[in-house]
């Protein structure tokens, strides 16, 4: 916990000028199978159901979608909302949904300066889950946004956070080290509890520093991998394959990320 809060002292602030570009040009179905989307939405799955919310009937918000991957997993008996700040990707990403069956008027575009009066986001919107994957370590608020978020929440209603930990290397996009104290401490300041939380993935340990490669060799082999590892975990349950995955700690792997569900102090 010290650790985490230290390192977070000394972070510098950084810009997320990357995210209006980055996701551009990415939704072919191998895309998605990539290890790098596929375990985030195979964690929050995890959580997601051992909480009584499969992926089917419920009111979904992806609040800083990336590549849709998430809400493509959602069931066609799902309305989804989702926003993104690249208009080019968000005009992919509806192309994508809707190709799968959905209803995407509520996918737009996010405008970092005002999101918080985005109309997915007026008060006569509730959801039952609003994911925040990989969002929340970028932000100078993030307790912020929790809170808005949280005005929310339908009755029952929970916010799923994924958030990296054990990074071997600093992320230059990051604002925050994370760990399970910064959830805890998040949580309590935004007036919410943790329901659950699990810290698991050790897949990505050691490959970790490959995908943070520079150069076109570097990036064709972290595809790769990243491929491969897509494809192997499509075989497995969500707590099969992690599950596996915790037998890497005798070759001394962690945890790369935690997956965590918020619920309102008046849902407790
Ligand atoms: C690493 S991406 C995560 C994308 C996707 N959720 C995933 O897990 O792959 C971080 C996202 O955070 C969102 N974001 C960045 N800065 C933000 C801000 N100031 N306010 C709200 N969202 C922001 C952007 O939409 C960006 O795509």
Not at 74 to 80: A, G, K, L, V, Y
């Amino acid at each position: 916990m010290k650790d985490a809060m230290e390192q977070n002292e000394k972070l510098p602030v950084r810009d997320q000028e990357k995210f209006y570009s980055v996701y551009r040009g990415r939704q072919s179905a191998l895309y998605h199978f990539a290890y790098m989307r596929s375990a985030k939405v195979k964690a929050a799955r995890l959580l997601l159901e051992r909480n009584d919310r499969a992926l089917k009937d419920l009111s979904v918000l992806d609040h800083g979608f990336g590549t849709g991957t998430f809400l493509r997993a959602c069931h066609t008996s799902c309305r989804i909302a989702g926003l993104e700040v690249d208009p080019v990707n968000v005009e992919a990403v509806r192309r994508m949904l809707s190709g799968c069956g959905h209803d995407v008027s509520n996918i737009g575009v996010l405008d970092v300066s005002q999101w918080d009066s985005h109309p997915v986001l007026g008060v006569d919107r509730k959801y039952d889950v609003i994911l925040l994957s990989h969002v929340l370590e970028h932000l100078d608020d993030p307790v912020g946004l929790l809170r808005r978020m949280s005005m929310n929440l339908a009755k029952g209603g929970v916010i799923c956070g994924l958030l990296p930990i054990n990074e071997r290397r600093p992320d230059e996009n990051h604002k925050w080290v994370c760990d399970r104290a910064l959830v805890a401490s998040w949580a309590e300041e935004s007036g919410m509890s943790v329901k659950d939380q699990s810290e698991l993935d050790h897949y990505v340990y050691y490959a970790q520093p490959l995908f943070h490669a520079k150069g076109h060799m570097g990036r064709v082999m972290a595809q790769g991998i990243s491929l491969v590892l897509g494809l192997k975990q499509a075989l497995f349950p969500p707590s099969i394959w992690f599950g596996m995955g915790r037998c890497l700690r005798i070759i001394g792997a962690r945890p790369g990320q935690i997956v965590f569900l918020l619920e309102t102090k008046r849902d407790k």
